[in-house]
């Protein structure tokens, strides 16, 4: 065991937040005396979320060792073009706010799999649970918790004892979370979210600090860290668009412009829209407008992580590389420990050498949360998932409340197990988690985006078209992933949507089962047939700009624009457009079409106004994120 450099008042911290943490979920999950949990309390926390809860929630069961530690690792490995994953989210929590999540609401459904059932059939319900069942149990549980595990071996200078510690992470977030449900997960996140910003910013400001020196500041250390990167010829640590002539390995896992109007909106669209364990909170709110500040309140939350997070890499990656050109190391300050054997060692090594005696076990509490947290949130999802559309629709259709809540915290528990053995065989070897967890959560992601979108939001959406789909999701993923593999994954995604895409419309519109519907009042299909042109117009531009460059890329120009533009991923434009193409097709379709599927959702556009404060709001998310991208790019 290497020396760790935490004192007394470091454990102190940790053991104090550990008791509080576990404490305020079984606390604030409690039921009144001779009351059992229904369902709904268990599953929904009985729709009374705030939108502060909502949004800390959000943030707290997202932020994990997937960004303090997969993240800050790729800041170290690829730079400051991994945080186009946060701040794009912040834009796709404003789409899911207006578009989608209204919807949802009205209803009224506990899980994403449940609506694919009432809007299809049973099949394509049953399909998509078992692809979020292994997804949670095989992606998402072991990476946080493998990732995790990483940090506090190196933080504490631990070495062999990294299946006791996952044991020790899954104990720990079981407790609550299989007790109380997604109270418990909820509530004690509205706790945790100011650790997790405020326990980031503070071991961000103290590497810089570092890198400074003495008597220097933080804005010091950032300038230090610029004119090195900066010198380093073809370095692109300091640049939100990859060019793919520079560095081809970060361009692989980060296409320069995919990153903003690619496949990363396929990722984004189905983690922030679909995926169970993030929408789950907005389900849970009080109403949709509780629910869309919710969502407003974590977009701004988003825009904070690449600050938490990804700096702190970028800045290990020059000390670490460059001690000569430190200022502060080379003032001798610092007796460093540890060594940075893969990228993801990069955010520990940093805390566990320049964050002080109290600071550093706030940060390391902070980091323990954070992972705690997502893992409580990832059971009670999976435990919602299998209860109520495996095992109340397949297995015990008359279950009672308590049956459910029983057979939830028996998933939960089986889930933990399940991943505690699954964990080192499926990560032990990766330098990047992060992008595991990216490539291979998009195996599904298109499926997930074409089936359920178009289910929501279009008429003619059949389930003949939603079984075909899925029954190609996965497939297709694999094929591309064997034929292409040293294609990016995001341009596989965006390939992979537009074939799903195809097929899915091609077979509902060739569908017979249909009904006679009337079509909406003429104000909304006005509107309709406004936005659906606009958004044809759009999608014909993006997909025919994108055709042009191929073709002159293909006829052996050597015009200096032309090899740019492919050099920071010019054909994303294929995917975005398609993206926009899917948009106009329903809406230009609901304004006309006589006819929609049986089990249609109905649509009436007065779902999607929102107040000013939402408007405000948002603008000022797309505000920021344009400035990061024009300062940055």
């Known amino acids: 065991m290497i020396d760790s450099g935490f004192l007394t008042i470091d454990f102190i911290i940790v053991g104090v937040y550990m008791v509080l943490l576990v404490g305020l979920g079984l606390f604030l999950s409690r039921t009144k005396k001779g009351e059992e949990k229904t369902a709904n309390d268990y599953f929904l926390a009985g729709n009374k979320l705030t939108w502060w809860a909502v949004g800390a929630s959000l943030i707290a069961a997202n932020i994990s060792a997937e960004q303090f530690i997969g993240m800050s690792g790729s800041g170290f490995g690829i730079g400051i073009s991994i945080a186009a994953y946060e701040i794009m989210a912040a834009v796709t929590l404003l789409i899911v706010a207006k578009f989608l999540l209204p919807v949802m609401l009205k209803q009224k459904i506990y899980t994403i799999p449940q609506f694919l059932r009432q809007r299809y059939n049973g099949g394509v319900g049953l399909a998509f649970s078992i692809f979020w069942l292994f997804l949670y149990v095989f ?3 072991t990476s946080v918790a493998w990732l995790g595990t990483i940090a506090i071996e190196q933080i504490l200078g631990l070495e062999g004892l990294r299946m006791q510690i996952i044991i020790a992470l899954f104990f720990i977030a079981g407790i609550y979370s299989i007790y109380g449900g997604l109270a418990s997960v909820a509530w004690t996140d509205v706790l945790q979210v100011f650790f997790l910003i405020g326990g980031g910013l503070i071991t961000a400001y103290f590497a810089l600090e570092a890198v400074s020196g003495e008597g220097k500041g933080v804005f010091d250390g950032l300038a230090i860290v610029y004119d090195k990167l900066k010198s380093i010829p073809g370095d692109t640590h300091l640049n939100m668009i990859v060019d793919k002539s520079k560095s081809a390995a970060a361009f692989k896992d980060l296409p320069g412009l995919a990153a903003i109007v690619g496949g990363v909106w396929l990722t984004n669209i189905g983690y922030w829209g679909f995926n169970q364990y ?3 909170k907005g389900l849970a709110a009080k109403s949709t407008k509780e629910a869309q500040k919710g969502l407003v309140f ?4 988003k825009i904070l992580i690449p600050f938490i997070v990804v700096i702190p890499g970028v800045t290990a990656y020059v000390m670490y590389n460059f001690p000569q050109d430190i200022p502060g190391l080379q003032q001798g300050y610092f007796d460093l420990a540890g060594n940075i054997n893969v990228s993801d060692d990069a955010y520990p090594w940093l805390i566990r050498n320049f964050a002080p ?10 980091l323990a949360a954070a992972i705690i947290s997502s893992l409580a949130s990832m059971l009670n999802s999976t ?3 299998f209860t109520m559309d495996v095992y109340k629709q397949h297995i015990r259709k008359n279950a009672t409340d308590k049956q459910l809540v029983r057979v939830g915290r028996i998933t939960s528990l089986l889930a933990l197990i399940i991943a505690l053995i699954a964990v080192e065989p499926l990560l032990g070897g990766l330098d990047q988690a992060f992008q595991y967890i990216q490539e291979y959560s998009g195996f599904i992601y298109p499926g997930i985006i074409v089936v359920f979108g178009l289910g929501l939001l279009w008429k003619r959406a059949s389930a003949k078209a939603a079984i075909w789909t899925s029954i190609l999701t996965i497939p297709m993923g694999v094929l591309f992933k064997v034929a292409l593999p040293d294609m990016p994954f995001q341009f596989r995604m965006g390939y992979i949507f537009i074939i799903l895409f195809v097929i899915f419309v091609a077979i509902a519109f060739v569908d017979k089962h249909k009904i006679d519907t009337e079509l909406p009042n003429e104000g909304d299909r006005k509107k309709m047939m406004k936005w659906g042109r606009i958004a044809l117009s759009a999608a014909i531009f993006f997909i025919l700009s994108a055709f042009i460059h191929k073709i002159l890329l293909w006829s052996g120009s050597t015009n200096e624009t032309v090899i740019y533009l492919e050099n920071i991923g010019f054909e994303a434009f ?7 193409l899917s948009v106009s097709i329903f809406l230009i379709s609901n304004s006309r079409d006589p006819h929609k599927d049986s089990q249609a959702v109905p649509i009436n556009l007065d779902l999607f106004k929102t107040d000013r404060g939402f408007a405000i709001g948002s603008f000022i998310v797309c505000l920021l994120v344009t400035i990061i991208y024009v300062l940055l790019w």
């Open 139 to 141: 992606v998402n549980l």
């Open 278 to 280: 993030i929408i789950q």
């Open 298 to 301: 974590a977009a701004f939350l």
């Open 357 to 366: 005696a109290g600071i550093k076990g706030i940060s390391f509490a902070a």
């Open 383 to 385: 435990s919602t998932i």
């Open 574 to 580: 294929f995917f975005f457009g398609s993206l926009i």
